[in-house]
Nanobody
Framework: VQLVESGGGLVQPGGSLRLSCTAS????????MYWVRQAPGKGLEWVST???????FFSNSVKGRFAISRDNAKNTMYLQMNGLKPDDTAVYYC????????RGQGTQVTVSS
């Protein structure tokens, strides 16, 4: 079982990024999947959930700016991030639980001018 995130980088405030999470060893659509993040010096924070039926949920801090989706054929999950703010700076992980257990290695997102 492996999760590999990609797509992070440095972006200016107001910009956009799309993160990807590719799974191997299991099907992403078989259970709820999560994006969580960890800002410098802080704990893990739940960001978003996608269910097997593709229902999506977001934390209040990103609601209206982020979107989550899944490509079943590619066994890949995405996090489209728009209107990025400096407070979104963090390492972003895809995970099999909202607590961040069974997560990938993460991808760094830095929002700065």
């Amino acid at each position: 079982v492996q999760l590999v995130e990609s797509g992070g980088g440095l972006v200016q405030p107001g910009g956009s990024l799309r993160l990807s999470c590719t799974a191997s060893g299991f099907s992403l659509r078989a259970s709820d999947m999560y994006w969580v993040r960890q800002a410098p010096g802080k704990g893990l924070e739940w960001v978003s959930t996608i269910t097997p039926s593709a229902l999506s949920f977001f934390s209040n801090s990103v609601k209206g700016r982020f979107a989550i989706s899944r490509d079943n054929a590619k066994n890949t999950m995405y996090l489209q991030m728009n209107g990025l703010k400096p407070d979104d700076t963090a390492v972003y992980y895809c995970a099999r639980s909202a607590s961040g257990a069974d997560r990938g290695q993460g991808t760094q997102v830095t929002v700065s001018s």
